[in-house]
């Protein structure tokens, strides 16, 4: 994860000039909260910059009913706890229909605005690929390691993923995602769970390539339109993918 200093010198800021204005808006904890929010300020970076205990300003925002919870969802591939879903997290290694630059142009062909497709694979903030890398804990997904922080990777990682996910659920447990009550009603931890359970075996006859090209296509779009929502709830690319269900033709 990055750093407070890291933090601050991405957007030319010293440490004096974020203390000044913490001071000068200590009486207004919302106002701190949304620049916090805004530029991908954790708690933890709060804490350092301020010297205040992560405690202690958890507690500060949550006597003006703010979740702190919120500012640590920083990561570039899913703010999920995936638990040993995180194995369909892969890059996508498959040619043909279902390679990612054949993927990408039908992508981008079903979007509702198709200029929303490359910035949907640029990290949320700056920051993040200050040193050329994403870790396991810029990224949510420890066993991919080191990665390089580019576009290309988040790109290829979203596609495998999405490929891996329809391809362990039977036509049961599609209808089981299906039957889930929508988001924000929704429970992810729901999902996640059937997809944990459909982990254990694989469908009994393999899916085509079309198919998964049919699905994966529409499933993708509905995600990157989503995350550009007025009032988006995502910020890493695979936040919103346990709701397949959702988009399944």
């Known amino acids: ?3 407070w200093q890291e933090v601050l010198n991405s957007y030319n800021l010293d440490q004096k000039t974020a203390v000044d204005f913490l001071m000068a808006n200590v009486n207004n904890p919302g106002a701190i909260f949304k620049v916090s929010l805004d530029n991908g300020v954790t708690v933890q970076h709060l804490s350092d910059i301020s010297g205040y205990s992560s405690d202690t300003i958890r507690n500060y925002f949550a006597a003006s009913n703010l979740d702190s919870t919120w500012l640590d969802e920083v990561k570039v591939l899913s703010n999920l ?3 040993n879903v995180d194995k369909l997290v892969d890059f996508n290694n498959h040619t043909g229909a279902l390679s990612t630059s054949t993927l990408r142009e039908l ?10 497709y490359e910035s949907f694979f640029r990290s949320e903030y700056l920051y993040q690929e200050a040193d050329g890398l994403y870790t396991p804990d810029e990224t949510g997904v420890p066993h991919l390691g080191n ?3 580019t576009p290309e990777n988040l790109e290829s990682i979203f596609y495998g993923t999405l490929i891996n996910i329809l391809n362990v659920l039977d036509g049961g447990e599609f209808n ?3 039957n889930l009550p929508d988001p924000p009603l ?3 931890n729901d999902y996640i769970a059937v997809l944990s359970e459909a982990m254990k075996d694989s469908p009994t006859v393999p899916y085509s390539d079309s198919f998964l090209q049919e699905n994966t296509v529409n499933y993708a779009a509905n995600l990157i339109d989503n995350h550009w929502n007025p009032d988006p709830t995502s910020i890493g690319v695979l936040d919103g993918s346990p709701f397949l269900g959702l988009v399944i033709i």
């Open 186 to 188: 929704g429970n992810v």
């Open 176 to 178: 089981e995602l299906l």
């Open 147 to 149: 990665i390089q922080s």
């Open 81 to 83: 706890k995936l638990g």
């Open 1 to 3: 994860m990055a750093t």
């Open 107 to 116: 992508v981008k062909a079903s979007l509702e605005d198709p200029g929303d």
